[in-house]
């Protein structure tokens, strides 16, 4: 167990609709990251949170969003989802300083029919 | 650019066999960090090892050992006797200084077959 909280662990979804994904870091990590594991695209990395704020984007689509919460929790918004967003996505955490290796959650698995 | 090959998408050994995951990686960062990490069926990603760019000592942690040479830019994995346990997709991942996401390889799919 890597400390790290996914929910759901799966979601089934039509197209069009608008899904939030959650997740709870490890006890004391700040950093918090998103990343999409597709088939054909591999680890897709999407955002990252520190503290609150966001720190570095990736390949995040504009019909996804995220926030980190004063709690430190993450929600990953998915809108307006297509059958390609079908995909695990996973969220990590880690402590300060890029020198610290992230846990990752157990993953979401989403798809959109 | 950063980058991270895993020329391998699949291996298929025998149990016991001996078996080693290359990785390849690309940055222009002086300093930087590189990571293994396990995917088994079940699809979490299990953190195995991390080894910073200036310390180039190989490890090794009961079967499974890391040769690190920055001169070639590599940084393999081998898995000494070989179990159906170690059966897995394992990825490879470089984080630089300068950055703050991880760069995954895009994995080998290892089959151990009893």
């Known amino acids: 167990d890597s400390g790290v909280t996914q929910t759901p662990k799966h979601l089934i979804t039509a197209t069009g609709q608008r899904v939030t994904l959650r997740c709870s870091p490890r006890s004391g990590d700040l950093s918090v990251y998103w990343y999409q594991q597709s088939l054909d695209q591999g680890l897709q990395f999407l955002i990252q949170?520190?503290?609150?704020?966001?720190?570095a984007k990736g390949n995040i689509l504009e019909r996804f969003s995220a926030q980190q919460f004063p709690d430190l929790h993450s929600e990953l918004n998915l809108s307006s989802l297509e059958l390609g967003d079908s995909a695990l996505y996973f969220c990590?955490?880690?402590?300060?300083?890029?020198?610290?290796?992230?846990?990752f959650g157990q993953g979401t698995r989403l798809t959109v029919v | 650019a950063q980058k991270v090959t895993q020329a391998q998408t699949e291996i298929s050994v025998v149990e016991k066999e001996d078996v080693t995951l290359d990785c390849v990686y690309e940055t222009r960062d002086t300093t930087y960090y590189l990571f293994w990490y396990k995917q088994p069926p079940s699809g979490e990603l299990v953190f195995l090892i991390r080894r910073n760019s200036f310390d180039e000592q190989n490890e090794i942690s009961g079967r499974y050992s890391w040769n690190f040479q920055k001169s070639t830019s590599s940084f393999n994995f081998t898995i000494t006797a070989s179990q159906v346990v170690d059966s897995a997709v394992y990825f490879c991942?470089?984080?630089?200084?300068?950055?703050?996401?991880?760069?995954f390889g895009t994995g080998t799919s290892l089959t151990v077959i009893p």
């Open positions: 949170y520190y503290n609150g704020e966001e720190r």
């Open positions: 990590a955490s880690s402590v300060a300083g890029v020198s610290t290796e992230a846990f």
């Open positions: 991942a470089l984080r630089p200084s300068t950055g703050n996401q991880f760069y």
